[in-house]
Every structure is written in structure tokens, then in C-alpha cells.
């Protein structure tokens, strides 16, 4: 697909002396931007300038539709060599960015969890015809193959979009099975992967999900986790969702060990809204 033009601009400048490392960084927003995702933004940016990265910040608000404002990033302000979608409610680690580029692959997200119980992460297996099963396990600390995932937090190469034919890539699809359009982040990544692209997300890298406090994977985890698996057993995707193709492994993140649950760590996030990053999580 056509993607925008900044000849003869500062942005243009930019992207020449970024050599191969730009970044836009792309918010969509309804109201506001949370302060705790300002601090990670910032902490973020900061590590990934000593990395030789260089970023482009674009922040879309009164977005009342997500598909929209995505759609607005990709044509009209993409510039650079890579697309950093980040919602404007996530907490995460400063080298968050810096992780994702490093498995060099056109599509890489991360595991982010629902605000609502069981706290299901937004991953999972399937197609529009026969429906989806959310991801149910998963190999800590690892780089995995999906079908699809959502945009909370995720990294898409610039090469991905040229090879979208004109259009909205992110309009909704259709689910004869759900009886429903999905989001524009899995609709997405079904067309993306009907391009040959594949979906990656690495679940080494802690993320959260502001709700009355900050919600991560282990609130699924030892939650939920249990008695969910056997419920879900009749479902087609039920073995790609227990069990997802494993690329990689990774070295464990640091912070994944800050915030290893315990019931008093759990209740501690609720009046500790960084204690996902800082010293409270330890």
C-alpha cells in the first residue's frame, strides 16, 4: 500500500540519519494518556537512544474508534523503518523496544491481558469461520508463533504495510462463527498472515494493563488458569492454545521477576500503580 511521503521535510533528515533505526511510536487515544504510560514512553525512549534507535512520536486523540486511528498512522504520519503501536494504558519495561527489534521479524507483540476476568490474554488461535480459542499456556519466556494478537503492544516492520494492497488494513472482519466483527487488531493480523506474514509474540517481556490496578499475565495465571484449561477442551484450537509453536527461547527478562505473584504482591499493584516496573513489584 501507498505509504506517506516526507521528502524534502525535517522528518526526511531524520529518517536519513536514523540509518535503518527509526521508530514511530503511535498512540491512540480516546480522552488522555495515562502518566505511568508517559513515564514508561519516555524511560523507553531514552534506553533506546543508547541503542541507536531514533523515534517519531504520534499521538492520535478523541480516537472513539481504534481502527480509525491506526488507520490515520499508517497514512498519514508513518515514518521510518518501524510501526510501534502502544496503548495509551500499558505499563512496560524502558527496553521494551529494543527486544521486540532484536528478533528481526516483520510482526512481534507481546502478551497482554484483558482488564476484565479471567484476564484472558488478548493472543489466540483460529479464523473467522470457525472461531478462536484465547492462548490458555504458554512457555515462559519465550518467542511463540500465533494466529493472532492484539495491538496493546506490538511491533510491525515498515516492508509489512508496503505489501498490503491499498486500503484500510485494519478494517474489521466479519466472524460467521462469533456473529460479530472482530477488533482491528486481529482482523489485522488474519490479513497480514493471508499475505504469508506470521504473527510472533514474545512472553518474556512484562506488560500491564491499567485497570483498577495493573494487570499482567499472572493475574491469569494463577487466577484462572487452572479451571479454565479443562473447561475449554472441545474447542478446535484447543491444542494450539496449550501448546503454541516455540521459535525461541529468551533470556528471562529482569523485570518478569519483580512481579512474580504472590496474593500480597497482588494486593500491593492495587495501591502501587508502577510497582509493575519499580521497587514496590519486588
Avoid at 510491525?156 to 472482530?182: H, T, W, Y
Avoid at 519483580?258 to 519499580?278: D, F, N, V, Y
Amino acid at each position: 500500500m501507498k505509504l506517506p511521503s516526507f521528502a524534502g521535510s525535517k522528518i526526511q533528515e531524520y529518517l536519513e540519519s536514523a540509518q535503518g533505526k527509526m521508530v514511530c511510536l503511535a498512540t491512540i487515544y480516546r480522552d488522555h494518556c495515562d502518566e505511568e504510560y508517559n513515564a514508561c514512553a519516555e524511560e523507553m525512549r531514552r534506553y533506546s537512544l543508547g541503542a541507536g534507535f531514533k523515534f517519531l512520536n504520534v499521538k492520535k486523540g478523541g480516537i472513539s474508534d481504534p481502527e480509525d486511528g491506526r488507520r490515520q498512522v499508517v497514512k498519514y504520519d508513518f515514518a521510518g523503518d518501524y510501526l510501534l503501536f502502544i496503548d495509551s494504558d500499558q505499563i512496560f519495561p524502558e527496553d521494551t523496544l529494543v527486544r521486540l527489534a532484536a528478533h528481526n521479524v516483520p510482526i512481534v507483540g507481546t502478551l497482554v491481558v484483558s482488564k476484565a476476568p479471567p484476564h484472558y490474554p488478548v493472543t489466540a488461535f483460529g479464523n473467522p469461520k470457525d472461531g478462536f480459542q484465547s492462548i490458555l499456556n504458554w512457555p515462559k519466556d519465550s518467542l511463540i508463533e500465533v494466529d493472532v494478537t492484539g495491538f496493546g503492544c506490538i511491533l510491525i516492520k515498515r516492508e509489512v504495510f508496503e505489501i498490503f494492497p491499498e486500503g484500510n488494513p485494519f478494517q474489521k472482519v466479519f466472524s460467521e462463527k462469533l456473529d460479530k466483527n472482530l477488533g482491528e487488531d486481529w482482523s489485522f493480523c488474519l490479513r497480514a498472515r493471508e499475505l504469508g506474514f506470521k504473527i510472533y509474540v514474545d512472553t518474556s517481556i512484562p506488560v500491564g494493563h491499567k485497570g483498577s490496578y495493573f494487570y499482567t499475565v499472572e493475574d491469569y495465571l494463577q487466577n484462572y488458569q487452572r479451571d479454565l484449561i479443562p473447561q475449554c477442551q472441545n474447542n478446535r484450537f484447543f491444542k494450539k492454545a496449550v501448546q503454541p509453536t516455540t521459535v525461541r527461547h529468551l533470556t528471562i527478562h529482569p523485570a518478569m521477576e519483580r512481579i512474580r505473584w504472590t496474593p500480597e504482591k497482588a494486593e500491593a499493584k492495587k495501591g502501587h500503580s508502577l510497582a509493575l516496573m519499580g521497587e514496590n513489584g519486588k
